[in-house]
Protein backbone atom coordinates (compact mmCIF):
# COMPACT_ATOMS: atom_id res chain seq x y z
CA UNK A 1 0.00 0.00 0.00
CA UNK A 2 2.67 1.98 1.00
CA UNK A 3 4.72 2.02 -2.37
CA UNK A 4 1.20 2.40 -4.44
CA UNK A 5 0.38 5.72 -2.93
CA UNK A 6 4.23 7.03 -3.94
CA UNK A 7 4.32 6.53 -7.05
CA UNK A 8 0.10 8.04 -7.14
CA UNK A 9 2.15 10.72 -5.41
CA UNK A 10 4.47 11.43 -7.96
CA UNK A 11 2.63 10.39 -11.00
CA UNK A 12 -0.42 12.95 -9.83
CA UNK A 13 1.86 16.04 -9.15
CA UNK A 14 3.89 15.46 -11.96
CA UNK A 15 0.84 14.82 -14.10
CA UNK A 16 -0.87 18.26 -12.57
CA UNK A 17 2.02 20.32 -13.63
CA UNK A 18 1.68 19.32 -17.06
CA UNK A 19 -1.77 20.15 -17.48
CA UNK A 20 -2.07 22.99 -15.56
CA UNK A 21 0.29 24.37 -17.61
CA UNK A 22 -0.58 22.86 -21.25
CA UNK A 23 -4.06 24.17 -20.19
CA UNK A 24 -2.62 27.92 -19.33
CA UNK A 25 -0.89 27.88 -22.85
CA UNK A 26 -4.19 26.65 -24.16
CA UNK A 27 -6.01 29.40 -22.53
CA UNK A 28 -3.41 32.07 -23.34
CA UNK A 29 -3.72 31.04 -27.26
CA UNK A 30 -7.32 30.98 -26.87
CA UNK A 31 -7.42 34.42 -25.64
CA UNK A 32 -4.64 35.41 -28.64
CA UNK A 33 -6.87 34.08 -31.45
CA UNK A 34 -10.14 35.72 -30.11
CA UNK A 35 -8.03 38.97 -29.99
CA UNK A 36 -6.57 38.86 -33.58
CA UNK A 37 -10.10 37.53 -34.85
CA UNK A 38 -11.53 40.81 -34.03
CA UNK A 39 -9.21 42.77 -34.95
CA UNK A 40 -8.89 41.91 -38.39
CA UNK A 41 -12.22 43.57 -38.45
CA UNK A 42 -11.11 46.80 -37.65
CA UNK A 43 -8.88 49.32 -39.95
CA UNK A 44 -5.28 49.32 -38.80
CA UNK A 45 -4.16 52.43 -37.49
CA UNK A 46 -0.82 54.11 -39.44
CA UNK A 47 0.89 57.33 -38.09
CA UNK A 48 3.93 59.32 -38.63
CA UNK A 49 6.19 59.79 -36.06
CA UNK A 50 7.55 62.89 -37.45
CA UNK A 51 4.50 65.18 -36.95
CA UNK A 52 3.61 63.38 -33.35
CA UNK A 53 6.63 66.07 -31.63
CA UNK A 54 3.41 68.39 -31.89
CA UNK A 55 1.93 66.64 -29.10
CA UNK A 56 1.93 67.28 -25.47
CA UNK A 57 5.35 66.29 -23.91
CA UNK A 58 3.34 65.40 -20.91
CA UNK A 59 0.60 63.51 -22.66
CA UNK A 60 2.71 60.23 -22.22
CA UNK A 61 0.12 57.82 -23.04
CA UNK A 62 -0.40 59.63 -26.24
CA UNK A 63 2.64 60.16 -27.18
CA UNK A 64 3.70 56.39 -26.87
CA UNK A 65 0.92 55.26 -28.25
CA UNK A 66 1.75 57.39 -31.26
CA UNK A 67 5.49 56.25 -31.10
CA UNK A 68 5.02 52.70 -31.42
CA UNK A 69 2.77 52.63 -34.21
CA UNK A 70 5.18 51.13 -36.95
CA UNK A 71 5.48 49.18 -39.90
CA UNK A 72 7.87 46.13 -41.06
CA UNK A 73 10.01 48.05 -43.73
CA UNK A 74 9.20 47.21 -47.54
CA UNK A 75 10.25 44.34 -48.50
CA UNK A 76 12.42 46.08 -51.56
CA UNK A 77 14.67 48.67 -49.71
CA UNK A 78 18.47 47.98 -50.34
CA UNK A 79 19.83 45.95 -47.94
CA UNK A 80 23.85 45.28 -46.56
CA UNK A 81 24.81 42.34 -45.16
CA UNK A 82 27.21 42.72 -42.49
CA UNK A 83 29.50 39.86 -40.75
CA UNK A 84 31.28 39.77 -37.34
CA UNK A 85 32.88 36.98 -34.92
CA UNK A 86 29.22 36.57 -33.64
CA UNK A 87 26.26 37.45 -36.05
CA UNK A 88 25.39 37.30 -39.88
CA UNK A 89 23.43 40.47 -40.23
CA UNK A 90 21.07 42.03 -42.74
CA UNK A 91 20.80 45.84 -42.81
CA UNK A 92 17.70 47.23 -44.25
CA UNK A 93 18.27 50.92 -45.58
CA UNK A 94 14.51 51.83 -44.50
CA UNK A 95 15.91 52.85 -41.48
CA UNK A 96 18.92 51.33 -41.39
CA UNK A 97 16.86 48.26 -39.41
CA UNK A 98 18.16 44.66 -38.78
CA UNK A 99 16.04 42.55 -40.57
CA UNK A 100 17.96 39.33 -40.38
CA UNK A 101 20.36 38.49 -37.38
CA UNK A 102 21.69 35.05 -37.24
CA UNK A 103 23.86 33.82 -34.47
CA UNK A 104 26.54 32.32 -35.79
CA UNK A 105 27.42 30.11 -32.64
CA UNK A 106 24.23 28.47 -31.69
CA UNK A 107 22.79 25.87 -34.29
CA UNK A 108 19.02 26.03 -35.09
CA UNK A 109 17.05 23.22 -33.29
CA UNK A 110 17.00 21.08 -36.34
CA UNK A 111 20.54 21.60 -36.87
CA UNK A 112 20.22 22.71 -40.51
CA UNK A 113 21.51 25.80 -39.95
CA UNK A 114 22.32 28.82 -37.35
CA UNK A 115 19.98 30.21 -35.08
CA UNK A 116 17.88 33.51 -36.66
CA UNK A 117 16.53 35.44 -34.47
CA UNK A 118 15.56 38.54 -36.54
CA UNK A 119 14.58 37.46 -39.88
CA UNK A 120 12.30 35.93 -42.31
CA UNK A 121 10.88 33.35 -40.41
CA UNK A 122 8.95 35.48 -37.96
CA UNK A 123 8.26 38.95 -38.18
CA UNK A 124 10.57 40.34 -35.86
CA UNK A 125 13.12 43.29 -36.30
CA UNK A 126 14.88 45.98 -34.19
CA UNK A 127 13.51 49.39 -35.25
CA UNK A 128 14.61 52.92 -34.32
CA UNK A 129 14.20 56.15 -35.26
CA UNK A 130 13.83 59.61 -34.12
CA UNK A 131 10.62 61.74 -33.26
CA UNK A 132 10.56 65.73 -34.08
CA UNK A 133 9.75 67.87 -37.10
CA UNK A 134 11.25 66.52 -40.04
CA UNK A 135 13.20 63.79 -38.49
CA UNK A 136 14.34 60.71 -40.07
CA UNK A 137 12.18 57.47 -38.10
CA UNK A 138 12.31 53.94 -39.03
CA UNK A 139 10.43 53.87 -42.73
CA UNK A 140 12.90 56.69 -43.74
CA UNK A 141 15.58 55.46 -46.85
CA UNK A 142 19.21 56.25 -45.34
CA UNK A 143 22.32 56.36 -46.89
CA UNK A 144 25.47 53.88 -46.00
CA UNK A 145 28.22 55.74 -45.63
CA UNK A 146 31.16 53.48 -44.23
CA UNK A 147 32.56 50.92 -46.23
CA UNK A 148 33.47 47.99 -44.08
CA UNK A 149 31.03 45.21 -44.05
CA UNK A 150 33.07 42.62 -42.08
CA UNK A 151 34.69 41.98 -39.37
CA UNK A 152 38.22 41.29 -40.20
CA UNK A 153 40.96 39.31 -37.73
CA UNK A 154 42.28 41.43 -34.91
CA UNK A 155 39.61 44.22 -35.49
CA UNK A 156 37.27 44.47 -32.43
CA UNK A 157 34.75 46.68 -33.35
CA UNK A 158 32.84 47.58 -37.14
CA UNK A 159 30.80 50.55 -37.24
CA UNK A 160 28.55 50.63 -39.95
CA UNK A 161 27.75 54.27 -40.73
CA UNK A 162 24.33 55.45 -42.45
CA UNK A 163 23.25 59.29 -42.43
CA UNK A 164 20.27 60.95 -44.09
CA UNK A 165 18.92 64.76 -44.63
CA UNK A 166 22.84 65.96 -46.26
CA UNK A 167 24.84 64.59 -43.30
CA UNK A 168 22.69 66.28 -40.28
CA UNK A 169 21.70 63.14 -39.30
CA UNK A 170 23.91 60.24 -38.32
CA UNK A 171 23.15 56.47 -37.39
CA UNK A 172 26.08 54.09 -36.87
CA UNK A 173 25.64 50.51 -35.47
CA UNK A 174 28.48 49.42 -33.73
CA UNK A 175 29.28 45.34 -33.85
CA UNK A 176 31.75 44.25 -30.91
CA UNK A 177 33.82 41.17 -30.96
CA UNK A 178 32.65 38.46 -28.42
CA UNK A 179 29.80 40.64 -27.96
CA UNK A 180 26.23 40.06 -28.23
CA UNK A 181 25.59 44.12 -27.89
CA UNK A 182 25.18 46.21 -30.82
CA UNK A 183 25.21 49.83 -30.12
CA UNK A 184 22.46 51.94 -31.62
CA UNK A 185 24.29 55.81 -32.02
CA UNK A 186 22.56 58.94 -33.21
CA UNK A 187 23.70 62.15 -34.21
CA UNK A 188 22.24 65.66 -34.68
CA UNK A 189 24.65 68.15 -36.55
CA UNK A 190 22.81 71.61 -36.18
CA UNK A 191 19.52 70.39 -34.95
CA UNK A 192 18.15 71.77 -31.43
CA UNK A 193 18.06 68.54 -29.49
CA UNK A 194 15.50 69.95 -26.83
CA UNK A 195 12.93 69.52 -29.92
CA UNK A 196 13.80 65.58 -30.50
CA UNK A 197 13.68 62.39 -28.89
CA UNK A 198 14.43 58.71 -30.26
CA UNK A 199 12.39 55.74 -30.16
CA UNK A 200 13.81 52.05 -30.24
CA UNK A 201 11.03 49.31 -30.14
CA UNK A 202 11.22 45.51 -30.87
CA UNK A 203 8.74 44.49 -33.30
CA UNK A 204 7.15 40.33 -33.35
CA UNK A 205 4.97 38.31 -34.50
CA UNK A 206 3.12 36.70 -31.57
CA UNK A 207 4.25 33.05 -32.68
CA UNK A 208 6.55 30.69 -30.41
CA UNK A 209 9.49 29.97 -32.26
CA UNK A 210 10.08 26.08 -34.00
CA UNK A 211 11.34 23.65 -31.57
CA UNK A 212 9.43 25.14 -28.67
CA UNK A 213 8.50 21.85 -25.89
CA UNK A 214 5.16 20.66 -26.65
CA UNK A 215 4.37 19.15 -22.99
CA UNK A 216 5.07 22.89 -21.40
CA UNK A 217 4.75 26.76 -22.41
CA UNK A 218 7.68 28.57 -22.21
CA UNK A 219 7.08 32.20 -22.81
CA UNK A 220 7.31 34.29 -25.53
CA UNK A 221 6.35 37.87 -25.63
CA UNK A 222 7.81 41.29 -23.96
CA UNK A 223 9.13 42.37 -21.01
CA UNK A 224 10.38 45.71 -18.78
CA UNK A 225 12.46 46.19 -16.18
CA UNK A 226 12.68 49.02 -14.11
CA UNK A 227 14.01 49.37 -10.11
CA UNK A 228 10.56 50.42 -8.87
CA UNK A 229 8.67 47.75 -10.65
CA UNK A 230 10.88 45.02 -11.40
CA UNK A 231 11.07 42.30 -13.68
CA UNK A 232 7.58 42.56 -15.55
CA UNK A 233 6.61 39.64 -18.49
CA UNK A 234 3.60 41.04 -20.87
CA UNK A 235 1.32 38.83 -23.05
CA UNK A 236 0.97 39.53 -26.52
CA UNK A 237 -2.96 39.00 -25.90
CA UNK A 238 -2.97 41.62 -22.97
CA UNK A 239 -1.81 44.10 -25.14
CA UNK A 240 -4.25 43.45 -27.84
CA UNK A 241 -6.89 44.01 -25.49
CA UNK A 242 -5.48 46.61 -23.50
CA UNK A 243 -5.14 45.74 -20.02
CA UNK A 244 -1.85 44.94 -20.32
CA UNK A 245 0.42 47.09 -17.18
CA UNK A 246 4.09 47.95 -16.94
CA UNK A 247 5.53 51.43 -15.83
CA UNK A 248 4.86 53.85 -18.21
CA UNK A 249 7.97 56.89 -17.67
CA UNK A 250 11.26 55.91 -15.47
CA UNK A 251 14.61 57.02 -15.08
CA UNK A 252 16.11 53.72 -15.51
CA UNK A 253 15.38 50.38 -16.98
CA UNK A 254 14.89 48.38 -20.12
CA UNK A 255 12.29 46.50 -22.56
CA UNK A 256 13.03 43.38 -24.25
CA UNK A 257 11.76 40.77 -26.35
CA UNK A 258 12.30 37.23 -25.21
CA UNK A 259 11.77 33.42 -26.53
CA UNK A 260 12.99 30.27 -25.29
CA UNK A 261 16.48 30.09 -24.84
CA UNK A 262 16.98 33.94 -26.82
CA UNK A 263 16.56 37.58 -25.92
CA UNK A 264 16.61 40.93 -27.58
CA UNK A 265 16.61 44.15 -25.37
CA UNK A 266 17.23 47.62 -25.88
CA UNK A 267 18.73 48.78 -22.86
CA UNK A 268 19.23 52.98 -22.02
CA UNK A 269 21.43 54.48 -19.95
CA UNK A 270 20.85 54.52 -16.24
CA UNK A 271 19.52 58.06 -15.09
CA UNK A 272 18.62 59.02 -18.51
CA UNK A 273 13.99 59.14 -18.50
CA UNK A 274 13.20 57.32 -20.71
CA UNK A 275 9.18 56.34 -21.69
CA UNK A 276 7.98 52.70 -22.64
CA UNK A 277 5.56 51.54 -24.41
CA UNK A 278 3.64 48.21 -26.11
CA UNK A 279 0.94 47.80 -29.18
CA UNK A 280 -0.31 46.06 -31.40
CA UNK A 281 1.17 46.92 -34.71
CA UNK A 282 -1.58 44.68 -36.73
CA UNK A 283 -3.31 41.37 -35.89
CA UNK A 284 -0.69 38.95 -34.55
CA UNK A 285 1.82 41.35 -34.56
CA UNK A 286 3.50 43.36 -31.55
CA UNK A 287 5.90 47.02 -30.74
CA UNK A 288 7.29 47.50 -27.25
CA UNK A 289 9.98 49.94 -27.06
CA UNK A 290 11.19 52.91 -25.40
CA UNK A 291 11.34 56.59 -25.86
CA UNK A 292 14.56 58.54 -24.93
CA UNK A 293 14.95 62.64 -25.21
CA UNK A 294 18.41 63.38 -27.41
CA UNK A 295 20.95 65.06 -24.95
CA UNK A 296 21.80 68.58 -24.69
CA UNK A 297 23.89 69.43 -28.37
CA UNK A 298 27.66 69.91 -27.28
CA UNK A 299 29.66 72.20 -29.82
CA UNK A 300 26.15 72.05 -31.84
CA UNK A 301 26.25 67.57 -32.03
CA UNK A 302 23.72 65.57 -29.80
CA UNK A 303 24.64 62.32 -29.39
CA UNK A 304 22.53 59.78 -27.96
CA UNK A 305 23.75 55.57 -27.84
CA UNK A 306 21.51 53.19 -26.62
CA UNK A 307 22.83 49.24 -26.53
CA UNK A 308 20.39 47.05 -28.59
CA UNK A 309 21.71 42.88 -26.57
CA UNK A 310 20.76 40.47 -29.42
CA UNK A 311 21.60 36.47 -28.50
CA UNK A 312 21.24 33.80 -25.64
CA UNK A 313 20.53 33.78 -22.25
CA UNK A 314 23.70 33.11 -20.95
CA UNK A 315 23.21 33.36 -17.40
CA UNK A 316 27.24 34.88 -17.33
CA UNK A 317 26.68 37.24 -19.31
CA UNK A 318 23.33 38.83 -18.38
CA UNK A 319 24.14 39.50 -14.64
CA UNK A 320 26.80 41.93 -16.54
CA UNK A 321 24.53 43.44 -19.41
CA UNK A 322 21.88 45.26 -17.22
CA UNK A 323 20.85 45.71 -13.90
CA UNK A 324 17.86 42.57 -13.50
CA UNK A 325 18.88 41.69 -16.99
CA UNK A 326 19.38 37.88 -15.79
CA UNK A 327 16.03 37.54 -14.90
CA UNK A 328 14.75 37.18 -18.55
CA UNK A 329 15.51 33.28 -18.03
CA UNK A 330 12.54 31.75 -17.11
CA UNK A 331 12.40 29.06 -14.32
CA UNK A 332 8.54 29.26 -13.35
CA UNK A 333 7.22 29.18 -9.96
CA UNK A 334 10.13 27.25 -8.80
CA UNK A 335 13.11 30.17 -9.34
CA UNK A 336 13.98 29.82 -5.13
CA UNK A 337 15.08 26.13 -5.87
CA UNK A 338 16.10 26.44 -9.55
CA UNK A 339 18.48 29.40 -9.73
CA UNK A 340 20.77 27.61 -7.07
CA UNK A 341 20.46 24.20 -8.84
CA UNK A 342 21.60 25.71 -12.56
CA UNK A 343 24.73 27.01 -10.26
CA UNK A 344 25.66 23.80 -8.62
CA UNK A 345 25.61 22.29 -12.30
CA UNK A 346 27.41 25.09 -13.42
CA UNK A 347 30.19 24.74 -11.38
CA UNK A 348 30.22 20.74 -11.59
CA UNK A 349 30.22 21.23 -14.87
CA UNK A 350 33.21 23.43 -15.45
CA UNK A 351 34.71 20.57 -12.84
CA UNK A 352 33.57 17.44 -15.20
CA UNK A 353 33.42 19.38 -18.47
CA UNK A 354 30.38 17.58 -19.64
CA UNK A 355 26.71 18.95 -18.55
CA UNK A 356 25.64 15.13 -18.38
CA UNK A 357 28.33 13.93 -15.81
CA UNK A 358 27.66 17.44 -14.03
CA UNK A 359 24.06 15.76 -13.17
CA UNK A 360 24.89 12.24 -12.53
CA UNK A 361 27.29 14.35 -9.35
CA UNK A 362 24.69 16.67 -8.56
CA UNK A 363 21.83 13.35 -8.32
CA UNK A 364 24.56 12.07 -5.62
CA UNK A 365 25.30 14.84 -3.97
CA UNK A 366 21.38 15.52 -3.15
CA UNK A 367 21.41 11.75 -2.54
CA UNK A 368 23.94 12.56 0.22
CA UNK A 369 21.91 15.28 1.47
CA UNK A 370 18.85 13.86 2.02
CA UNK A 371 20.76 10.33 2.81
CA UNK A 372 19.13 10.36 6.38
CA UNK A 373 15.67 11.11 5.68
CA UNK A 374 15.46 8.16 2.63
CA UNK A 375 17.59 5.62 5.12
CA UNK A 376 14.42 6.31 8.10
CA UNK A 377 11.98 5.77 5.09
CA UNK A 378 13.67 2.71 3.78
CA UNK A 379 14.17 1.30 6.84
CA UNK A 380 10.44 1.35 7.59
CA UNK A 381 10.02 -0.16 4.10
CA UNK A 382 12.09 -2.86 4.87
CA UNK A 383 10.37 -3.53 7.94
CA UNK A 384 6.90 -3.54 6.26
CA UNK A 385 8.52 -6.22 3.97
CA UNK A 386 9.81 -8.46 7.05
CA UNK A 387 6.12 -8.04 8.37
CA UNK A 388 4.05 -9.06 4.48
CA UNK A 389 3.27 -12.50 5.68
CA UNK A 390 1.74 -11.26 9.35
CA UNK A 391 -0.44 -8.52 7.11
CA UNK A 392 -1.20 -11.54 4.76
CA UNK A 393 -2.17 -13.53 7.58
CA UNK A 394 -4.64 -10.61 9.29
CA UNK A 395 -5.98 -10.30 5.65
CA UNK A 396 -7.06 -13.79 5.86
CA UNK A 397 -8.17 -13.88 9.32
CA UNK A 398 -10.37 -10.61 8.96
CA UNK A 399 -10.92 -9.98 5.18
CA UNK A 400 -14.96 -9.52 5.46
CA UNK A 401 -14.28 -7.19 8.63
CA UNK A 402 -11.95 -3.96 7.14
CA UNK A 403 -12.37 -2.00 10.67
CA UNK A 404 -11.08 -4.93 12.82
CA UNK A 405 -8.32 -5.45 9.72
CA UNK A 406 -7.33 -1.60 9.78
CA UNK A 407 -6.96 -1.49 13.59
CA UNK A 408 -5.51 -5.13 13.95
CA UNK A 409 -2.70 -3.61 11.19
CA UNK A 410 -1.93 -0.41 12.64
CA UNK A 411 -1.56 -2.06 16.01
CA UNK A 412 1.31 -4.54 14.44
CA UNK A 413 2.82 -1.11 12.43
CA UNK A 414 2.47 0.48 15.81
CA UNK A 415 4.66 -2.42 17.34
CA UNK A 416 6.78 -3.02 15.03
CA UNK A 417 7.63 0.56 14.89
CA UNK A 418 6.96 1.19 11.11
CA UNK A 419 5.43 4.34 9.57
CA UNK A 420 3.11 3.03 6.71
CA UNK A 421 3.39 6.34 5.07
CA UNK A 422 7.20 6.54 5.50
CA UNK A 423 8.06 5.26 1.48
CA UNK A 424 6.54 8.47 0.41
CA UNK A 425 8.55 11.08 1.77
CA UNK A 426 11.55 10.24 -0.09
CA UNK A 427 9.29 11.05 -3.62
CA UNK A 428 7.78 13.88 -1.73
CA UNK A 429 11.18 15.55 -1.33
CA UNK A 430 11.99 14.77 -4.60
CA UNK A 431 8.76 16.24 -6.73
CA UNK A 432 9.99 19.73 -6.10
CA UNK A 433 13.74 19.31 -7.02
CA UNK A 434 12.67 16.92 -10.00
CA UNK A 435 10.24 20.13 -11.32
CA UNK A 436 13.11 22.71 -10.84
CA UNK A 437 15.22 20.63 -12.63
CA UNK A 438 13.13 20.57 -15.34
CA UNK A 439 13.00 23.93 -15.31
CA UNK A 440 16.70 24.07 -15.45
CA UNK A 441 16.77 22.02 -18.18
CA UNK A 442 13.60 23.96 -20.24
CA UNK A 443 15.64 27.32 -19.39
CA UNK A 444 19.27 27.41 -19.42
CA UNK A 445 20.69 28.11 -23.12
CA UNK A 446 24.03 26.69 -21.26
CA UNK A 447 22.85 23.00 -21.60
CA UNK A 448 21.64 23.78 -25.51
CA UNK A 449 23.04 21.07 -27.76
CA UNK A 450 24.88 19.28 -24.72
CA UNK A 451 25.71 16.40 -25.06
CA UNK A 452 26.24 13.26 -22.46
CA UNK A 453 27.89 9.99 -23.90
CA UNK A 454 27.28 8.38 -27.27
CA UNK A 455 23.69 8.39 -28.68
CA UNK A 456 22.79 11.49 -26.25
CA UNK A 457 23.68 14.60 -28.31
CA UNK A 458 21.35 17.01 -26.21
CA UNK A 459 20.61 16.36 -22.85
CA UNK A 460 17.57 18.93 -23.31
CA UNK A 461 15.79 16.86 -26.01
CA UNK A 462 14.33 13.26 -25.57
CA UNK A 463 16.38 10.65 -26.09
CA UNK A 464 16.30 9.82 -29.33
CA UNK A 465 16.49 5.72 -29.05
CA UNK A 466 14.34 5.78 -25.46
CA UNK A 467 17.88 3.96 -24.02
CA UNK A 468 17.57 6.18 -20.68
CA UNK A 469 13.37 6.02 -20.31
CA UNK A 470 14.03 1.71 -20.57
CA UNK A 471 16.89 1.75 -17.70
CA UNK A 472 14.50 3.76 -16.32
CA UNK A 473 11.49 2.06 -16.34
CA UNK A 474 13.38 -1.39 -15.63
CA UNK A 475 14.59 0.56 -11.90
CA UNK A 476 11.47 1.06 -11.24
CA UNK A 477 10.59 -1.99 -11.28
CA UNK A 478 13.49 -3.84 -9.69
CA UNK A 479 12.25 -0.68 -7.02
CA UNK A 480 8.64 -3.00 -6.88
CA UNK A 481 10.62 -5.93 -6.66
CA UNK A 482 12.60 -4.58 -3.01
CA UNK A 483 8.85 -3.23 -1.60
CA UNK A 484 6.73 -5.02 0.52
CA UNK A 485 3.86 -6.49 -1.68
CA UNK A 486 0.54 -5.12 -1.08
CA UNK A 487 -1.88 -7.22 0.77
CA UNK A 488 -4.20 -7.13 -1.90
CA UNK A 489 -3.78 -8.86 -5.51
CA UNK A 490 -5.42 -6.05 -6.88
CA UNK A 491 -2.96 -3.58 -5.41
CA UNK A 492 0.18 -5.90 -6.10
CA UNK A 493 -0.71 -5.79 -9.97
CA UNK A 494 -0.91 -2.21 -9.83
CA UNK A 495 2.66 -1.76 -8.37
CA UNK A 496 4.29 -3.43 -11.29
CA UNK A 497 2.06 -1.85 -13.66
CA UNK A 498 2.69 2.08 -13.07
CA UNK A 499 6.28 1.74 -13.53
CA UNK A 500 5.60 0.68 -17.34
CA UNK A 501 3.45 3.61 -17.66
CA UNK A 502 5.40 6.09 -15.67
CA UNK A 503 8.76 5.37 -18.01
CA UNK A 504 6.52 5.69 -20.69
CA UNK A 505 5.56 9.08 -19.94
CA UNK A 506 9.14 9.91 -19.23
CA UNK A 507 9.96 8.98 -23.19
CA UNK A 508 9.03 12.65 -23.92
CA UNK A 509 11.14 14.67 -21.09
CA UNK A 510 14.44 15.67 -21.92
CA UNK A 511 17.42 13.01 -21.30
CA UNK A 512 18.95 15.30 -18.97
CA UNK A 513 15.85 14.99 -16.51
CA UNK A 514 15.56 11.44 -16.93
CA UNK A 515 19.71 10.71 -16.39
CA UNK A 516 18.66 12.65 -13.13
CA UNK A 517 15.94 9.97 -12.21
CA UNK A 518 17.33 7.52 -13.46
CA UNK A 519 20.79 7.95 -11.03
CA UNK A 520 18.56 8.36 -8.67
CA UNK A 521 17.01 4.89 -8.96
CA UNK A 522 20.42 2.77 -9.19
CA UNK A 523 21.44 4.60 -5.59
CA UNK A 524 18.08 4.50 -4.24
CA UNK A 525 17.91 0.25 -4.97
CA UNK A 526 21.54 0.17 -3.55
CA UNK A 527 20.40 1.90 -0.44
CA UNK A 528 17.36 0.25 0.02
CA UNK A 529 18.85 -3.15 -0.97
CA UNK A 530 21.83 -2.65 1.70
CA UNK A 531 18.43 -1.80 4.47
CA UNK A 532 16.76 -4.57 3.57
CA UNK A 533 19.77 -7.47 3.98
CA UNK A 534 20.37 -5.59 7.33
CA UNK A 535 16.88 -5.25 8.94
CA UNK A 536 16.36 -8.92 7.52
CA UNK A 537 19.89 -9.82 9.18
CA UNK A 538 18.96 -8.39 12.49
CA UNK A 539 15.76 -10.27 12.29
CA UNK A 540 16.99 -13.98 12.16
CA UNK A 541 19.69 -13.21 14.56
CA UNK A 542 16.57 -12.49 17.01
CA UNK A 543 14.65 -16.17 16.03
Not at 74 to 89: F, G, K, L
Not at 513 to 520: A, K, R
Request: glycine content about 6%; aromatic content about 12%; overall charge neutral.
Amino acid sequence: MDYRRLFLTLIFTISAFMLWEGWSQHKAAQKAANIQAAAQTAPAASVDLRKDKNADRNAVPARTANASAADVPAANAPTIRVTTDEYVATISLAGATITQLDLTKHKSWDQSGNVELFGKTHNYVAQSGLIGDGLPNHKTLWRQVSSGTEMKAGQNTLDVVFDTDGGKVSKTLTFKRGDYGIDVTYKLKGIAADKADAYFQLVRDDKAPAGDPNMVSVFTGPAFYTDAQKFNKINFADIADGSAKFEKSADNGWVAMIQHYFVTAFLPAAGTPREFYARQVEPGVFAAGVIVPMPASENGVSTLTVPLYAGPQEHSTLEKVAPGFDLVVDYGWLTVLAAPIFWVLEWLEKLTGNWGWAIVVLTILLKLIFFPLSAASYKSMARMRTVTPRLMALKERYGNDKQKLNQEMMDLYRKEKINPLGGCLPILVQIPVFIALYWVLLGAVEMRDAPWVGWIHDLTQPDPFYILPAIMMATMLFQVKLNPTPPDPIQAKIMWIMPIGFGVMFFFFPAGLVLYWTVNNILSIAQQWAINRKIEAAKHSHR
